[in-house]
């Protein structure tokens, strides 16, 4: 089985993107997404210096416009990953390359959200200075108990051997100078304490937002960083993605997930090494594969036919629904009852307003499983009609 993840903030070099740029259809959509955000990712992913990639407000667009760009590169056609990926998972910022890979929301929506995202984590940032260390090594009850004793916050557990505190620059200086026993300090280049409680007026944010975005059950199973669980509900997706800009990265629980589904091999989308180095090592028997550069599309594409198989959720619809084009009154095709089976084209009836008629018809054959709606129902726009399983219709 095989999970594809994608990294989070931190990740990005300067002119990581450099070599992707040299194929124009990859430069022609990377410029799409750069009017999407509102940020010139062209010149952040090949030309920015690292200090200007670390702003928040930056980094996170270009993370996700690269990880979906490069999934691109990968799947041309997006639905043949669907039956080769057991799961999805990301990193904090890269839950949105995630839920859109799945397609429980839209390339599209996925950085609207982000620009807004890192916007607001930002904003949240500049209000007093903050900012992330990773742990490495030492007791992870004594690593946690010295968090807690400067006031730190554990914000990303990513396994044995690596936490992430998150807390203001003057706390993470405290730790610095009195460390856990038997643990390496690093510094993260990032500019804010994200997944803490300085986060909460960008949860406030991006609350607002969502209520305007329109969400679909994912094709693939996400893994979410909140508690390691497998959410399939557009919605829920969604809902947790906001929520956890405040709340801890659970990481490790992620990985005891993949584990249980029976991973076999872990693919990380550009700018790769960081996910794939941690699975090294909680992942014992995983083999992983860290995309960086164009020049491995091909051995990618080989991981992927080594390890890919599909997941538990049915990709094939087994029915579909028929729509009111229109405001008006519907009148059934007669005779069509439940269990009749239709041709494609078929009118199935008709909605009447007050000025024409608007035909329904089915554009692929079926069975009627269920009429929704009446003859002589008042009916409005999208409303649902009647319900189809379609025959010999690909997905």
């Given at each position: 089985m095989l999970v594809i993840v994608a990294p989070g903030q931190g990740a990005q070099t300067p002119g990581f993107l450099t070599p992707w740029l040299e194929n124009p259809a990859f430069a022609d959509r990377l410029t799409w997404l750069s009017a999407v955000s509102g940020l010139d990712l062209v010149h952040f992913g090949s030309e920015a210096d690292a200090e200007t990639i670390r702003d928040t407000a930056v980094a996170q667009p270009l993370l996700v416009a690269a990880g979906l760009l490069a999934a691109l590169e990968l799947f041309p056609h997006p639905a043949d990953g669907f039956d080769r990926i057991g799961a999805v998972a990301g990193h904090s910022v890269g839950e949105l390359t995630a839920a859109a890979g799945a397609?429980?929301?839209?390339?599209?929506?996925?950085?609207?959200?982000?620009?807004?995202?890192?916007?607001?984590?930002?904003?949240?940032?500049?209000?007093?200075?903050?900012?992330?260390?990773?742990?490495?090594?030492?007791?992870?009850?004594?690593?946690?108990?010295?968090?807690?004793?400067?006031?730190?916050t554990?914000?990303?557990?990513?396994g044995p051997g690596q936490i992430v505190a998150a807390g203001t620059v003057q706390q993470l200086t405290d730790l610095a100078e009195d460390p856990p026993a038997k643990a390496r300090l690093m510094p993260l280049s990032v500019a804010g304490a994200f997944h803490t409680e300085h986060m909460a007026p960008a949860v406030d944010v991006l609350s607002r937002?969502?209520?305007?975005?329109?969400?679909?059950?994912?094709?693939?199973?996400?893994?979410?960083?909140?508690?390691?669980?497998?959410?399939h509900d557009g919605v829920d997706v969604l809902r947790r993605i906001v929520s956890q800009v405040r709340t801890p990265v659970r990481w490790d629980l992620c990985m005891e997930t993949m584990l249980d589904l029976g991973v076999t091999g872990l693919l990380e989308m550009p700018p790769a090494g960081t996910l794939t180095g941690i699975a090294r090592r909680a992942m014992k028997g995983v083999e992983t594969y860290a995309l960086k550069t164009p020049d491995q599309l091909d051995d990618a594409r080989a991981f992927i036919d080594k390890h890919g198989v599909a997941s538990q959720i049915d990709t094939n619809p087994t029915w579909r629904m028929l729509v009111a084009p229109s405001k008006g009154t519907f009148h059934q095709t007669a005779d069509l009852r439940e269990g009749h089976m239709i041709a494609p084209n078929d009118r199935i009836g008709a909605v009447h307003g007050?000025?024409?008629?608007?035909?329904?018809?089915?554009?692929?054959?079926?069975?009627?499983?269920?009429?929704?709606?009446?003859?002589?129902d008042l009916v409005s726009p999208g409303q649902p009609l009647i319900r189809l399983h379609p025959e010999g219709v690909p997905s």
């Open positions: 397609r429980a929301i839209s390339g599209e929506q996925a950085m609207v959200l982000v620009r807004e995202r890192g916007r607001a984590m930002a904003a949240a940032a500049a209000v007093t200075p903050t900012s992330m260390t990773a742990v490495l090594g030492g007791d992870r009850e004594e690593v946690l108990a010295k968090l807690a004793q400067h006031g730190l554990a914000a990303n557990d990513n937002l969502a209520r305007s975005v329109s969400t679909h059950d994912a094709r693939i199973p996400i893994i979410s960083n909140r508690d390691g669980q497998v959410v007050r000025q024409e008629e608007a035909a329904v018809t089915a554009p692929y054959g079926g069975t009627i499983v269920e009429w929704l709606v009446e003859d002589g």
